[in-house]
């Protein structure tokens, strides 16, 4: 398996402007989540999804922030409009809940967002 | 809420020698899982080792080991025979069970491995 896949790497762009993100979960997992890395704050939950289905958006920080998961292969974290204070580090990870597994997150390689 | 602390920012250890990194957490949960995540220069998130809070015995994985003092809420990592790839920011984490399968994270521990 290839494991978790983001794109894109990295991401440039001016305040404003419309961001997206985009994660390929591990095959077969129903487990999806979001975080963002920052110095500041550290890894941070944003949205977990089970089974397509959104059930803890509470680390979603505004309004701005939106985050969808069309079929159990991908989903997309939305920022509109992007400012500078949403430059991080964005993580996508999938997981299987079965006992072998122990709850193990599988973590994609991350997108460096860069707000200027 | 469960919180994560991890309250060496940095840690300095030399080739082939032992480090121990700490770690605490709070949790009123009774069952919860604890992880050791390593992050090196790549950005890549990489599980080293986890425990289940119902196992009295503590995990190994290879040069890697915990010492899980449940009553204390500790939960330190042993690096034996330090090398050069171990050099990365550690991440401790705790995931709960009960219904949420919020991962919560410490800030983190930057080990430098010296040659």
């Known amino acids: 398996d290839a494991g978790v896949i983001q794109s894109p790497r990295h991401e440039v762009t001016e305040m404003g402007q419309e961001v997206t993100l985009r994660c390929k979960p591990i095959s077969g997992h129903d487990y999806l989540f979001w975080y963002r890395q920052t110095m500041m704050r550290g890894l941070e939950l944003l949205i977990y999804?089970?089974?397509?289905?959104?059930?803890?958006d509470s680390g979603m920080p505004e309004d701005r922030f939106s985050a969808k998961m069309p079929n159990a292969s991908f989903s997309t974290l939305k920022i509109q409009p992007s400012e500078p204070r949403d430059s991080a580090v964005y993580f996508c990870?999938?997981?299987?809940?079965?006992?072998?597994?122990?709850?193990?997150?599988?973590f994609g390689p991350g997108t460096r967002l860069t707000v200027l | 809420a469960q919180t994560v602390t991890q309250s060496q920012p940095e840690m300095s250890v030399q080739e082939a020698e032992t480090v121990t990194l700490s770690c605490t957490y709070d949790?009123?949960?009774?069952?919860?899982?604890l992880f050791w995540y390593k992050q090196p220069p790549s950005r890549q998130m990489i599980l080293v080792i986890r425990q289940e809070a119902y196992k009295q015995q503590n995990a190994t994985e290879n040069r890697f080991s915990v010492n899980f003092q449940k009553a204390a809420k500790s939960f330190s990592l042993k690096i034996s025979d330090s090398q050069l790839g171990d050099a990365a920011m550690y991440f401790c984490?705790?995931?709960?069970?009960?219904?949420?399968?919020?991962?919560?994270f410490g800030k983190g521990t930057k080990l430098t491995v010296n040659p």
């Open positions: 999804f089970n089974n397509n289905v959104p059930i803890d």
């Open positions: 949790t009123s949960e009774s069952d919860y899982y």
């Open positions: 990870a999938s997981a299987l809940l079965t006992v072998s597994y122990h709850n193990e997150q599988f």
């Open positions: 984490a705790c995931l709960t069970q009960g219904g949420s399968e919020k991962l919560v």
